[in-house]
Structures are given as structure tokens and as C-alpha cells.
């Protein structure tokens, strides 16, 4: 019972497939625990590329330390995204994909100054949602790293933030505008 009902989300996996999880992981993510069990993570993405760059985050901290920590949004099976702080343990140091402890807690949503962003603005942020670093984000856009580093810099300085998660999180309050 108190797997269950822990007031952060826990999962287990198996080479990125859910093999448990509690009541509070599957509430967090808008789904019924049943239809997560046996299914890969893949099914909490949007695209198979922010699945596979979120993976790789965490990948050399697991294999040096044995455990990973971050702050990202999430994405619900309603297409809402949510704040929440994101914990890993692997079991297997070796392969540390192949069976990890994961606990997701739900931050506070800040509130959002009424901002409006530029249209390059909005598509860096967009990057730095789905973990991309500025070289892929520069990449897809065509731009030059230093280019999105000077986007980066001037949102940190528009937002009054330290760094890409603390804007991440002002921005997932309702008052920003696009």
C-alpha cells in the first residue's frame, strides 16, 4: 500500500520496458497502471528522437555513480506536460539501461510573467524541453551554436534565471504568451 500510494511516482524497468510502477507514477502520467505495464518508455514521448535523447542525458552519471538526477517536463497521455524532479538508480552498473529504479516528483508550477517570445525563442526552448544540447538544437536549425547560445543567454537574462531547467520550469506556468 504504500508502494502505491508514495507521494512520488516509482517505476522499475527492464531495457527501458515498465515492469512496475506505482499508482502515483501512473497518475502523474494520465494513464491506468495496467496499460503502462509491459509497455516500452517510449510510450510517454512524443517522438522516438526526444526518446532517445532524454536516454542518453543520464547515461555516463549512471555508469559512473550508479545514479542520475535532473529536473525535466513530462509529457501526459493528454499531450500536458508537467515539472517534476527525476531520479534513476540502475541495478546493473555494467549496462545501465537494462534495469533502473525511476522516481518522478511533481514540482510546483511557478508562475509565468506575461512574456512574449520571439519565434526563435519558442524554437529553442523547444530543444531545450526535449534535452537537446545547443550543438543539436543549432543543428536543426541551422544556426550556429554560438547563435543558440546568444538565444540562451538573453531568455536566462529575460527570465531572471540561473540556467536551462529553472527557465524550462518558469516557462510551463500559463502567463507566457507566443
Not at 28 to 49: H, P
Not at 63 to 90: H, P
Not at 112 to 140: F, H, N, Q, Y
Amino acid at each position: 500500500m504504500a508502494f502505491d500510494h508514495a507521494p512520488v511516482g516509482i517505476v522499475l524497468t527492464e531495457r527501458r520496458v515498465i515492469g512496475a510502477c506505482n499508482l502515483t507514477f501512473a497518475e502523474l502520467f494520465g494513464w491506468e497502471r495496467d496499460a503502462l505495464i509491459g509497455q516500452s518508455f517510449r510510450l510517454l514521448y512524443e517522438t522516438e528522437q526526444e526518446f532517445e535523447a532524454i536516454r542518453d542525458i543520464g547515461l555516463a552519471p549512471l555508469r559512473d555513480s550508479g545514479s542520475y538526477t535532473d529536473e525535466r517536463l513530462i509529457r501526459r497521455r493528454d499531450g500536458a506536460r508537467r515539472w517534476c524532479r527525476f531520479r534513476a538508480r540502475t541495478l546493473t552498473p555494467a549496462q545501465p539501461l537494462d534495469r533502473l529504479v525511476m522516481t518522478f516528483a511533481p514540482l510546483p508550477r511557478p508562475a509565468a510573467p506575461a512574456v512574449a517570445l520571439t519565434p526563435r525563442e519558442r524554437d529553442v526552448i523547444s530543444g531545450l524541453s526535449r534535452g537537446e544540447t545547443s550543438k543539436e538544437i543549432a543543428r536543426k536549425l541551422g544556426l550556429s551554436p554560438r547563435s543558440v547560445e546568444d538565444v540562451r543567454a538573453r531568455l536566462l537574462r529575460k527570465f531572471d534565471v540561473r540556467n536551462a531547467a529553472e527557465l524550462l520550469a518558469r516557462l510551463t506556468g500559463p502567463a507566457v504568451s507566443g
